[in-house]
């Protein structure tokens, strides 16, 4: 999919097991930036994500979104002939990228000492949900489990309520970036001594690490905090966290010196100094005294837009709490291509996906990618990959070793 199209990683091949969303954003990062990514399919049906979220034209847009920039390989992976083929082209790839339940790549055959065997230098990025190794390793889990092994999802809700999840992939696509950054590490290593590697990365892991101070506070205070959910305001800043305003809410961060900044924008310049509110220690002994403040003083503008604006006339690090709908015509995500329309051919017009996160001076446009039926590339990666003739291919799809979605 990427023929021709020049970017950082151009050049690398990558042999992408992956279904889902973590590990199809780990090789999808690698793709938007340059990398040749084949995308093997276990034939009749394909990656189970083709059948997934909303529809148009029958072809998941889910599927599209977190497929862009792959080539499509359906093969029968329990015909030893299509294991023979993965077989040629592990030779013939820097990366192989799976996100199979631990065991399964071994049942397989392909587990890092086969691979290694195949071609010594190969890399193989294996992403789960709580890791190769340790007791729960043998376990299924999605995004949501390891997030609750983590102690992040006792973190997320009201005090006093059930616990929360976050209706977005936060685990899944952090623990595919973090996949990337270990691919390319290993690669570095690679240049440098020859050899190739087994990369472990776990969702339970990347989630522990979003405990930018719950973990160390535990020890550190002698078991004083004890970290729990607290609901819109932060545990160790105020005011910090989610207020009331008319028509909608504000997202408001006050650390240390900005509490003077919010005072003036209140017109409240005699609360500097108060001793009840001059320091976080007072505030947050005081969180609710300040939020009733801030938040009657909210309710005197006549929407979120105009807090907004009047709030960053003083330097108050302040947000509004957009929707999602919201964020499609923002006018700072759009021109930074943080939302971006793409078309897809087999879909009647143009929608939004999340743009490519990273910006590249050299390379300041996105590719223009998109996502493949289902064995579409069978015979550009036989034929490329491995030197195979057309007849070849057309015996192995009468077979029923390949399988192609009729266009």
């Given at each position: 999919?990427?023929?021709?199209?020049?970017?950082?990683?151009?050049?690398?091949?990558?042999l992408?097991?992956?279904?889902a969303?973590?590990?199809?954003?780990?090789?999808?990062?690698?793709?938007?930036?340059?990398?040749?990514?084949?995308?093997v399919e276990?034939?009749?049906?394909?990656?189970?994500?083709?059948?997934?979220?909303?529809?148009?034209?029958?072809?998941?847009?889910?599927?599209v979104?977190h497929?862009?920039?792959k080539?499509s390989?359906c093969?029968?992976?329990?015909?030893?002939?299509?294991m023979?083929l993965?077989?040629?082209l592990?030779q013939?790839?820097?990366?192989?990228v799976?996100?199979?339940?631990?065991?399964?790549?071994?049942e397989m055959?392909l587990?890092?000492?086969?691979?290694?065997?195949?071609?010594p230098?190969?890399?193989?990025?294996?992403?789960?949900?709580?890791?190769?190794?340790?007791?729960?390793?043998?376990?299924p889990?999605?995004?949501y489990?390891?997030?609750?092994?983590?102690?992040?999802?006792?973190?997320?809700g009201?005090?006093?309520e059930?616990?929360y999840?976050?209706?977005?992939?936060?685990?899944?696509?952090?623990?595919?970036?973090h996949?990337?950054?270990?691919?390319?590490?290993a690669?570095?290593?690679?240049d440098?001594?020859?050899?190739?590697?087994?990369l472990?990365?776990?969702?339970l892991d990347?989630?522990?690490?979003f405990?930018?101070?719950?973990?160390h506070?535990?020890?550190a205070s002698?078991?004083?905090?004890?970290p729990t959910?607290?609901?819109?305001h932060?545990?160790?800043?105020?005011?910090?966290?989610?207020?009331?305003?008319?028509?909608?809410?504000v997202?408001?961060?006050?650390?240390?010196?900005?509490?003077p900044?919010?005072?003036?924008a209140?017109?409240?310049?005699?609360?500097i100094?108060?001793?009840?509110?001059?320091?976080?220690?007072v505030r947050?002994?005081?969180?609710?005294?300040?939020?009733?403040i801030?938040?009657?003083?909210?309710?005197?503008?006549?929407?979120?837009?105009?807090a907004?604006?009047h709030m960053?006339?003083?330097?108050?690090?302040?947000?509004?709490?957009?929707?999602?709908?919201?964020?499609?015509?923002?006018?700072?995500?759009r021109?930074?291509?943080?939302?971006?329309?793409?078309s897809?051919?087999?879909?009647?017009?143009?929608?939004?996906?999340?743009?490519?996160?990273?910006?590249?001076?050299?390379?300041?446009?996105?590719?223009?990618?998109?996502?493949?039926?289902?064995?579409q590339?069978?015979?550009?990666?036989?034929?490329?990959?491995l030197?195979?003739?057309?007849?070849?291919?057309?015996?192995l799809?009468?077979?029923?070793?390949?399988?192609?979605?009729?266009?």
């Amino acid at each position: 999919m990427n023929e021709g199209m020049n970017h950082c990683l151009t050049g690398l091949r990558v042999l992408d097991f992956t279904r889902a969303l973590a590990g199809p954003t780990c090789s999808r990062m690698l793709a938007e930036m340059g990398a040749d990514v084949i995308k093997v399919e276990s034939a009749p049906n394909g990656d189970l994500s083709r059948g997934a979220s909303v529809f148009r034209n029958r072809r998941s847009v889910f599927f599209v979104q977190h497929n862009r920039g792959k080539k499509s390989f359906c093969v029968n992976l329990r015909d030893p002939r299509g294991m023979a083929l993965i077989a040629e082209l592990v030779q013939q790839v820097d990366v192989v990228v799976e996100n199979f339940k631990p065991g399964v790549m071994a049942e397989m055959g392909l587990d890092y000492e086969r691979l290694k065997a195949l071609k010594p230098d190969i890399i193989l990025c294996s992403i789960s949900a709580l890791g190769q190794t340790g007791p729960l390793a043998h376990k299924p889990g999605y995004d949501y489990i390891a997030q609750a092994y983590a102690g992040v999802t006792s973190m997320i809700g009201e005090k006093d309520e059930a616990p929360y999840i976050p209706l977005v992939g936060l685990g899944d696509v952090s623990t595919g970036v973090h996949g990337a950054l270990a691919v390319l590490a290993a690669l570095r290593h690679r240049d440098r001594t020859g050899r190739g590697q087994h990369l472990d990365v776990a969702l339970l892991d990347v989630y522990y690490n979003f405990h930018e101070v719950n973990v160390h506070q535990i020890k550190a205070s002698g078991g004083k905090i004890k970290p729990t959910r607290v609901g819109r305001h932060m545990t160790y800043l105020s005011p910090g966290g989610v207020f009331r305003a008319t028509g909608g809410h504000v997202v408001i961060m006050s650390f240390f010196h900005h509490w003077p900044d919010l005072c003036r924008a209140m017109e409240r310049p005699d609360l500097i100094d108060d001793p009840r509110y001059k320091n976080d220690l007072v505030r947050l002994e005081r969180r609710d005294e300040v939020v009733k403040i801030i938040e009657d003083w909210l309710h005197t503008f006549p929407d979120v837009p105009s807090a907004v604006a009047h709030m960053e006339r003083f330097n108050v690090p302040v947000a509004p709490v957009l929707s999602v709908e919201d964020t499609l015509s923002y006018p700072h995500l759009r021109e930074r291509g943080t939302v971006r329309t793409i078309s897809d051919a087999t879909h009647d017009g143009e929608f939004d996906v999340p743009g490519f996160p990273l910006k590249f001076s050299e390379f300041p446009e996105e590719l223009p990618l998109t996502a493949p039926t289902l064995g579409q590339h069978n015979e550009e990666v036989l034929t490329q990959y491995l030197g195979r003739t057309a007849a070849d291919v057309q015996k192995l799809r009468e077979a029923g070793v390949l399988k192609e979605e009729r266009r």
